[in-house]
C-alpha cells in the first residue's frame, strides 16, 4: 500500500513533536467529546505512537488501534505500558483490513487519511472501513488542505530544515526535497525527507522517507463518503461543529454514519 514509511528516526522525531495528549489545534477534546457516550469498540485507524489513542484509554474508553508501521506500533505499546494500558493494536494494510471486531466508531485524527497516496487506494480503505463498523456506527475524520504558497522552483531542490535534540543528547537533522507535485488537477505532492542522527558531533545513522500526501476538496470528499455508502454526514472547520469551512488553512472534520 502507498503510505509513507515511519522507519526508526522518523518514529523518534514523531514521538518527540507528537507527545501523548499534545492537541492539534483541539483535536483530542473534539474526539473525546463526541466519543464520550461509546459503550462499544472504537478504533482509531493510523493510529501512530499513541498521540491520541492514550488520552482516549484514559478516559475509560474501549479503544483498538491500527497502523501499517511497526516502528509506530511498537513505540505506541510501549508508551501504552508504561502507562498500564493494554489496548489491542493490529499492524494491517488499512485496504486488506480483516479484524475480529465491529464498531461502534472509526476515528483517523492528523490528517493522516491524507497518507493514502493514490486515489483508489483510499476508496477502497474507506469500504474497508464502512464494513468494520456497526449498524449506525460513525466515521470521524479531519483533513487539511495545501499550502498554497508553494513554489513549483522548489522542485527537486533540498529545502526545509529542522534540527530536534533527543532527550539522551544525540540529535537528529531533518531535510526535505520535493520531488513529485500536482496539487489542483491529481491533487498530490511527493517529497523526500532525510534524517540523520548525530551523536556527539558523529553521523551514527541516516534514513530516507518517501512522504506522499493526496488532497480533497472540502464538497468532493463528502461525495466520496456518500459513494461509499455512508449518509448523515457532517462537515465543520478546526473541531467546532457550528464553524462551517471557509478558507483554505482549516481543519475540515467529517462525521459520517453507516446505514
Known sequence: MSFSNYGELCTEVYDLTKKIGQSLGGDIEYYREKLKHCKGRI?????????VIIPLLESGLIVDGVDYS???????????????LRPELYEANLQEL?????????IIP????????QREESLRVLHRLYEHLESGGRLILDLFLPDNN???SELGRWGGSAT?????GDMITLESKCVEADLFFNQYRVSYLKYEK???????????QRFALRWYGVEEFKYILESVGFSNITVCADFDDEKKPTCGNQKIVYQAFKS
Open 70 to 84: 511497526p516502528q509506530m506500533l511498537a513505540s505506541c505499546r510501549d508508551r501504552c505500558e508504561e502507562r498500564d
Open 150 to 152: 508553494y513554489n513549483s
Open 110 to 117: 492528523g490528517g493522516s487519511f491524507l497518507l493514502i497516496e
Open 43 to 51: 478504533l482509531e485507524a493510523m493510529v501512530g505512537s499513541g498521540r
Open 98 to 106: 480483516s479484524l475480529p471486531h465491529k464498531y461502534e466508531a472509526i
Open 164 to 168: 530536534y535534540h533527543m532527550p539522551n
Open 198 to 208: 548525530w551523536r556527539k558531533g558523529t553521523l551514527v545513522q541516516t534514513e530516507l
